[in-house]
């Protein structure tokens, strides 16, 4: 059973973070970290502009590469899950890969298929790839004999078996790892998007702001990425509670 | 419809594990339609084995068995399965549960293969059957919660009520009683006692519960942990008396199983 996180727990995180955020400025007064209260406004009024659209193309990229790591992680990991024959040969090199930050793989990424979108958006995918497929196939796997013995009993042959025991077994699986990786996604992201593009929070942040020392807008990109994360975090955290009703019963 | 005398025929068969010695050689054996049979024997005997042969999730490697009248070669939608893990969706509600196989068949469709060719989907008496059962068995109050939510006797009970609710003319249970505290087990078991009294149905249990064979069995068969050639096979009164426990007729038959059950560990 987990513990479930109120709106209310947020919106009070959100306000604890703010004043904090506001005590910090007051103490340090110097330009390199400006009150919220400066940043808002500036926050508000780009994101209908031009930091909207940096927004934007930050968050597809994420996006695209979420479904791009789904759709070739979740078969993967059922069908490894599912023959054990086949995991024991390839498990030493998943567990060897797993580890390994992705993102110094990001020139190799750049030479070998080109400075594109789809550079970027694979390297993130590739990141979530490994997040998504180590927990669906040990869902996969921890699945009990006598589950799918009952099941079959009642009538199930292999469609509804991925139907009624694969498929539900390892969405919220598959939402957890979501969640818990989409914050490296971002961070690998925001380093992706320096260099190599036009539009992005990194190359906003980096290049647009921080580099002509305009600090105010530069923490109009960051608040972009914060809620960028955040937002990515709680829709799935939502989805997570939907699906997965029986992981947060009391 | 054609009522053949005999809902399980099994006739010469073969069975072993892996490249193991066999389990069963030439073993043959009849259980009549409305029929309630208890089978008993030592670990690694093939208890449950013969059970998921007669569901069809093992096949044999010799010989035939017939259910319904029909040679078996997968699982057979009219037969209905409870093991000792209830095998409940973790993620869905007692209700959903239930509701599982009634889903299956509707996936389907009546094909024949995975529910009955004469399957009509009658969502409104579905519903109703539902609901009987859940009330039947005394969990229609814990619809709505999930399996971790329940006692193991509760969650048993969803899974006997999955079952029943595909109406099955045959049901197989695999020790479904054994992980149970004593009270809870006596009681579970005089509710399918009841339940085979009203319904008429074939009922075939694997226990390794002495009392358990005595109480569900008006046939009880012993099996061997060494190869099984023979059906050795009580015929057990005892069940339509409706005797206590505490009887002595109860208590002399556990006697007498006990004495054939080490009969059968010695000839190893």
């Known amino acids: 059973m987990r513990k479930k996180t109120s709106l209310t727990d947020a919106l009070v995180g959100i306000l604890m973070f703010f004043i904090l955020w506001q005590v910090a400025a007051m103490l340090l007064h110097r330009d390199i970290l400006p009150s919220p209260l400066t940043v808002a406004p500036i926050f508000c009024r780009g994101m209908l502009g031009k930091l909207g659209l940096h927004f934007l193309a930050s968050t597809g990229r994420v996006l695209a590469a979420?479904?791009?790591?789904?759709?070739?992680?979740?078969?993967?990991?059922?069908?490894?899950?599912?023959?054990?024959?086949?995991?024991?040969?390839?498990?030493?090199?998943?567990?060897?890969?797993?580890?390994?930050?992705?993102?110094?793989?990001?020139?190799?990424?750049?030479?070998?298929?080109?400075?594109?979108?789809?550079?970027?958006?694979?390297?993130?995918?590739?990141?979530?790839?490994?997040?998504?497929?180590?927990?669906?196939?040990?869902q996969a796997a921890g699945l009990r004999?006598?589950?799918?013995?009952?099941?079959?009993?009642?009538?199930?042959?292999?469609?509804?078996?991925?139907?009624?025991?694969?498929?539900?077994?390892?969405?919220?699986?598959?939402?957890?790892?979501?969640?818990?990786?989409?914050?490296?996604?971002v961070a690998v992201l925001f380093i992706a998007e320096q260099s190599l593009t036009d539009y992005g929070l990194g190359y906003y942040i980096v290049v647009e702001t921080y580099q002509v020392l305009m600090y105010p807008e530069m923490y109009a990109g960051i608040l972009g990425m914060a809620v960028m994360g955040v937002a990515l975090y709680f829709l799935i955290y939502a989805i997570e509670l939907k699906v997965g009703k029986h992981l947060f019963v009391e | 419809m054609n009522r053949p005398e005999a809902m399980i025929e099994i006739s010469g068969l073969r069975f072993a594990h892996?490249?193991?010695?066999?389990?069963?050689?030439?073993?043959?054996?009849?259980?009549?339609?409305?029929?309630?049979?208890?089978?008993?024997?030592?670990?690694?005997?093939?208890?449950?084995?013969?059970?998921?042969?007669?569901?069809?999730?093992?096949?044999?490697?010799?010989?035939?068995?017939?259910v319904g009248g029909q040679p078996l070669s997968r699982p057979r939608p009219a037969t209905g399965l409870v093991l000792q893990d209830h095998g409940l969706l973790p993620w869905a509600t007692v209700l959903d549960n239930t509701c599982l196989g009634l889903k299956i068949r509707r996936f389907y469709g009546p094909d024949g293969r995975h529910s009955p060719d004469n399957h009509l989907s009658d969502q409104k008496r579905e519903e109703e059957r539902v609901r009987y059962w859940l009330n039947w068995l005394k969990i229609d109050h814990l619809a709505a919660m999930y399996p971790a939510q329940l006692s193991r006797g509760q969650r048993q009970r969803a899974a006997i009520a999955r079952t029943l609710v595909m109406e099955p003319d045959l049901l197989l249970m695999d020790e479904p009683f054994s992980a149970l505290d004593a009270p809870i087990r006596e009681d579970l078991q005089n509710v399918m006692k009841t339940f085979h009294g009203q319904s008429g149905l074939t009922l075939f249990t694997v226990t390794h519960d002495i009392e358990e064979a005595v109480t569900l069995g008006e046939k009880i068969l012993i099996l061997s942990a060494s190869v099984n050639t023979e059906a050795t096979i009580v015929d057990n009164q005892q069940f339509h008396n409706g005797t206590s426990r505490q009887s002595p007729a109860f208590l002399e038959r556990c006697v007498q199983l006990k004495e054939l059950l080490s009969d059968q560990a010695g000839r190893r």
């Open chain 2, 18 to 66: 892996g490249g193991g010695p066999p389990v069963f050689d030439g073993f043959s054996c009849s259980l009549r339609r409305g029929e309630t049979w208890t089978v008993i024997g030592p670990s690694g005997c093939g208890k449950t084995t013969l059970l998921y042969l007669i569901a069809g999730l093992n096949h044999p490697q010799g010989g035939k068995i017939r």
């Open chain 1, 66 to 138: 979420v479904l791009l790591a789904l759709l070739f992680a979740v078969p993967l990991g059922l069908a490894l899950g599912q023959t054990p024959k086949l995991d024991r040969i390839v498990a030493p090199l998943i567990a060897i890969i797993y580890p390994i930050p992705k993102i110094v793989f990001l020139p190799v990424i750049y030479v070998l298929i080109g400075i594109s979108d789809f550079s970027k958006i694979l390297l993130i995918a590739i990141i979530l790839f490994f997040q998504i497929l180590v927990v669906v196939r040990d």
């Open chain 1, 145 to 185: 004999k006598e589950l799918f013995l009952s099941v079959r009993s009642l009538g199930a042959g292999r469609r509804a078996l991925f139907r009624y025991v694969y498929l539900p077994a390892s969405i919220s699986a598959v939402l957890t790892a979501l969640r818990l990786s989409v914050g490296t996604a």
